[in-house]
């Protein structure tokens, strides 16, 4: 896939290296002279110096009618840049394009990401916010992440010795609590790897299993993985007024 990232800074770097590490063609737009001399000397991807908001500039990089760029990823610290180039990028036939958006009224809903036609409007502050909550939520959860807009999301938790999951086909653990509607996608068991599991999969102590469901049925989870008593906020203290410290 013929990608293009706008921003050479500490995410753009970081994107552009994982893509190539993927196979991925890559172009990397920075204004920067020196940084943009940085991510050619040390990435195996092709450098376009100037400002990404700029038509002629994307152009450069393959973005323009007929160009056979398949996904732009706007991920420079200013909302404006990122925003004006997937509009461009959108304009001249790129198909999927993807928008950082520092400033939270960008990524309240979708309205501003339908209106401009770009996929994906994602707000770091927002999604690390996000995270903190759950983490502190249930007590049990190792990662999460959100899926389908925040409705459900996925939790990575370790099965506790005397869980109800522990030694228990999980075929078996549906009838014994109906209530809980969850699926286990995944299981990372120590000495053994990863693997997906079936309904005659048998759960040990410590299997690690990453679990989908609906974020409002996220606490019975912890039933299920041995963890009786819910973990209760009572006072929080939170150092800082920046964005992620208001979400």
Not at 18 to 28: A, R, T, Y
Not at 142 to 171: H, Q, T
Request: net charge negative; with cysteine; glycine share 10%.
């Amino acid at each position: 896939m013929r990608t293009v990232v706008v921003g050479g800074g500490s995410v753009g770097f970081s994107v552009a290296k994982n893509l190539v590490e993927q196979g991925h063609d890559v172009i990397v737009i920075e204004q920067d002279e020196d940084r943009a001399a940085r991510i050619d000397e040390m990435l195996d991807v092709m450098v376009v110096t100037g400002n990404g908001a700029r038509p002629q500039v994307l152009a450069q990089a393959g973005v323009h009618q007929g160009g056979d760029v398949n996904l732009l990823i706007a991920c420079t610290d200013r909302d404006e840049v990122n925003i004006l180039s997937c509009w461009i990028a959108k304009k001249a036939g790129v198909k999927h394009v993807i928008s950082r958006a520092r400033s939270l009224e960008f990524t309240d809903s979708r309205i501003w990401a339908d209106a401009l036609g770009i996929d994906e409007m994602i707000s770091p502050e927002r999604s690390v916010a996000g995270v903190i909550e759950d983490m502190l939520s249930m007590r049990s959860v190792i990662v999460s992440d959100e899926l389908w807009n925040g409705i459900a999301c996925l939790y990575a938790m370790k099965v506790k010795k005397g869980a109800l999951l522990e030694g228990r086909p999980l075929k078996e653990v549906k009838d014994l609590r109906p209530d809980v509607d969850a699926l286990i996608v995944y299981i990372d068991r120590q000495g053994e790897g990863g693997f997906i599991p079936r309904g005659n999969t048998v759960l040990k102590e410590g299997d690690l299993c990453y679990v989908v469901t609906l974020k409002k049925n996220a606490h019975l989870l912890e039933r299920l993985f041995g963890i009786e008593d819910s973990f209760r906020l009572r006072r929080i203290m939170i150092a800082g007024g920046v964005k992620l410290a208001f979400k």
